[in-house]
């Protein structure tokens, strides 16, 4: 079977991006599975499928390197946005897009038929145990992960994570500690995790393992995550843009008693995958 996708990338968060407005026959978890590979296949982070929404303009289904489905992406969504509109699917500077997480809606920044940034509504940052979800709250809380104490805030925006802030993220062997926080029993459903420096009241630096994923460049939600975070902890003003500094560029994040995201997205290529299942 002969699939056509696209490559994006939101500040370095790769996925390949395949149009399924008029219906998917192919298993998107398997698929996922065989084009993620680096260096043996395209090489992502993973798939998303841009489908068609009785209740937005479009739908979101995103799909981890190992298969597993993603509940939310917001670098994915600010892509779509770039996509829909850029390919004349959805004309319109404001585009809502149906995903796991509920709809989130997309306010584009576009000159002269080009979407140059995307600002999206990432919804309400729910610290709740049973929303992320965890086996107890945990707000600044010390957690022994890998023989080491960490304190820790989980929080779910759509998809869950544990926050915690350190001196340097580039010093931390995340190839061996991110596995130890995902799989953590705290954990039920795994966790993403930011190892997140203070670098002032409206900065921070992050690193991030993703849940099935592992290390990627970028992580919009959890960007966001880090952010209500520092809000939470008086570490950072709310209602006030955050610049997040991460492995693939920047992202500003504002939380207030909701968090929204803006940032670039870009096209990398188009190409034609050969799909044996």
Known sequence: MKIEFTKMHGIGNDYIYINCMNGMDFDPSDLSVKMSPRRFSVGADGVVCICSSDKADAKMRMFNADGSEGA??????????????????????????????????????????????VSV???????????????????????????????????????PHAVTFVDDPYAVDIEKTGPKFENNELFPERVNTEFVRVDGESELTMRVWERGSGETWACGTGACAVVSAAVKLGICPENTPVTVHLRGGDLVITCGERITMNGTAQFSYEGVYEYDN
Do not use: Q
Request: proline content about 5%.
């Open 72 to 117: 939310m992406c917001g670098n994915a969504t600010r892509c779509i946005g770039k996509y829909l509109f850029e390919k004349g699917i959805v004309k319109k500077d404001v585009i809502t897009l149906e995903t796991l997480s509920g709809i989130k809606t997309l306010y584009l920044t576009v000159k002269d038929g080009k979407v140059e940034s």
């Open 121 to 159: 509504d990432m919804g309400v940052p729910n610290f709740s145990p049973e929303a992320v979800p965890a086996t107890r709250e945990l707000i600044n809380s010390p957690v022994t992960v890998d023989g080491k104490e960490w304190l820790i805030t989980a929080l779910s925006v759509g998809n």
